[in-house]
Every structure is written in structure tokens, then in C-alpha cells.
């Protein structure tokens, strides 16, 4: 339910954005119905496999989440932070594990509708965010409990923030950019690939005689380089690892199959031991992948 009035609340504010007409109405209004149908209603389903980490590492408590996070499945605990305080709320109940990826692209939805009314026009924006909506990978992020749709968010409000430096040259913004690039990478460090994109708009505006100059955008790119340095350890420990074949790191090998690194395993025992009641899944095939997987810590 409140995942719904969020949504309902999404399509209120987007609705007060200038004088709406009888086209935006209808493509906002169909927003919040694909919100619902495909973000909303999957929400209870069972937990898949990657989700199951997740659990794994929040439900030591607040102590063991950075610990946790650190190993080989984890990211960022930034994400993992904000599932645990979630969980409190009801630990054993999917959908509760799950609201924050919910939010979080529900936020990301309301924040590219912006972004497209500030590069294009208000009817392209909601045409945009009917398309963001209802894209496959999008829906199925936004009820996942993994941290793909907080970095999404984070990455969509600093593009957001990047045009808006971009287009008024204030140094707030561009302090607010380089902060989202950094949390961006925190929470999901893959999405720093989409960040090239980010340098070739800013240097073609640049160089079109924009208000940032490519000194204070090299500035900010530092700047987020450095909020990042915690973790150049661990990308180089993965790096490591990956080159030294390391049986820990999940690979596919034609001679070996697949391996699976064992928090996995124990995410997945884990959660068989305190899934809720009403969670409707097929044990018997958890089982087997535990068996044909491997034993957990």
C-alpha cells in the first residue's frame, strides 16, 4: 500500500508540473498504471537467488553488514545499510526487503521525467518515463531486492544535476554532481561505466562555449574520484582474484562448471529457515541448487 500511494503520489507532482494537456494526462496516467502493474504487483513473489545474499547480509545485524558486504557477492553497503533498516520493520516479509529498490525507482522515474523536461520538452517527458517504466530490465529491478535500482536513482539524479551545473554554472550544483557520482559508484560500482557518457555531454557543452569550464569539470571528476578511494582496495583485490582464478569468485569454466562462492549457499539456507509462512516458492529446487552448489560457511 504504500508502495501505491508513493506512486499516486509520483503522478500527483508530475501532474502540477505546468499546464497539463490531455495527451500528458494520458501518458502520466498510464505511467502510474504500468508502476503498479509491473513495479507494484511482483513485489511479494519469492526471493531469487542473488537475493538471497542480500538477506544474508543483513540479517546478522548492523554489526556484520560492512563485514558481509566486503566479500565477493557484496557491493557497497550503502544499499545494504538502508535493506537492513527496512527489514526492521518485519525481517521475515519479502516485500518489505524489497520497498527500497521500489522507492528508489519510483524516485528514479520522477527524476528522469525532470531530466527530460529540462533537455527536451514538457510532452516528450512523460512519453520518456512511460518508456523508462515499462522497460523489462527497469521493472524487474524495481522488485529486486539488490542494489541496481538505488544506483540507478543516484545515476539519474546526478545526470539531473550535471545538466542543471551545466546550464546555470553555480558551483552548488556543481558540488551536488560530484557527490551523486561518488554515491553512485558506492552503491553499484558497474554503473560508473555509465558515467563516460556524462564527460562526452559535458565536454561537447563545454566547448560550445557553455558556463562550466573544462578546468571546473576535470575539478569535479577528481573530486568524485577521490570520495571513491575506499574502494580501489577492493577493485583491485577483485581484479586479483579473478586473474589468479581464484575458486572463490563465481566463473563459468567448460571444464569446471559453475561455481558458486558460498555465501550464496548460506543466503539461500538462510532464507529457507526463516522465509515467511505465506511465501509460496518450490523448496524441493532450492535444495538441489544447495546440493549441486556446495556447502555455505
Keep these: 500500500m504504500a508502495a501505491i500511494r508513493a506512486g499516486q503520489r509520483l503522478l500527483v507532482s508530475l501532474l502540477r508540473c505546468g499546464h497539463c494537456n490531455r495527451e500528458r494526462v494520458f501518458y502520466l496516467v498510464?505511467?502510474?498504471v504500468a508502476v503498479i502493474r509491473l513495479w507494484v504487483a511482483p513485489i511479494r513473489s519469492s526471493l531469487w537467488l542473488?537475493?538471497?545474499?542480500?538477506?544474508w547480509i543483513i540479517e546478522g545485524g548492523y554489526a556484520k553488514i560492512f563485514g558481509r558486504a566486503a566479500g565477493p557477492p557484496g557491493q557497497s553497503p550503502i544499499y545494504y545499510l538502508v535493506a537492513w533498516l527496512a527489514q526492521l520493520a518485519?525481517?521475515?516479509?519479502v516485500a518489505i526487503l524489497r520497498l527500497p529498490s521500489l522507492i528508489a525507482m519510483i524516485a528514479a522515474a520522477s527524476l528522469l521525467y525532470k531530466l527530460a523536461e529540462r533537455l527536451f520538452d514538457a510532452e516528450t517527458a512523460p512519453l520518456a518515463t512511460l518508456v523508462f517504466v515499462c522497460s523489462e530490465q527497469v521493472a524487474f529491478e524495481a522488485a529486486d531486492a539488490r542494489p541496481y535500482a538505488l544506483g540507478l536513482c543516484l545515476l539519474t539524479a546526478s545526470c539531473l544535476m550535471l545538466v542543471r551545473w551545466l546550464d546555470t554554472g553555480r558551483p552548488h550544483y556543481g558540488a551536488g554532481y560530484s557527490l551523486l557520482i561518488g554515491l553512485t559508484i558506492y552503491a553499484q560500482i558497474f554503473l560508473a561505466i555509465a558515467l563516460v557518457w556524462h564527460g562526452?555531454?559535458?565536454?561537447?557543452?563545454?566547448r560550445r562555449?557553455?558556463?562550466?569550464?573544462l578546468p571546473a569539470l576535470i575539478g569535479a571528476w577528481v573530486a568524485a574520484g577521490l570520495l571513491c578511494a575506499p574502494l580501489f582496495p577492493r577493485l583491485l583485490e577483485d581484479a586479483l582474484s579473478i586473474?589468479?582464478?581464484n575458486p572463490g569468485a563465481a566463473h563459468v569454466s567448460l571444464c569446471r562448471?559453475?561455481?558458486?562462492?558460498?555465501?550464496?549457499?548460506?543466503?539461500?539456507?538462510c532464507w529457507l529457515q526463516r522465509k515467511p509462512q505465506n511465501c509460496r516458492y518450490d523448496e524441493g529446487a532450492l535444495r538441489c541448487a544447495i546440493l549441486i552448489c556446495g556447502d555455505g560457511p
Excluded: C, I, Q
Design 30 to 32: 498510464l505511467v502510474a
Design 209 to 213: 562555449g557553455g558556463l562550466v569550464t
Design 200 to 206: 562526452v555531454y559535458a565536454l561537447y557543452r563545454s
Design 257 to 269: 562448471g559453475w561455481e558458486s562462492p558460498p555465501e550464496y549457499n548460506f543466503g539461500y539456507r
Design 50 to 55: 542473488d537475493e538471497t545474499v542480500t538477506y
Design 90 to 93: 518485519d525481517g521475515n516479509n
Design 243 to 245: 586473474r589468479s582464478d
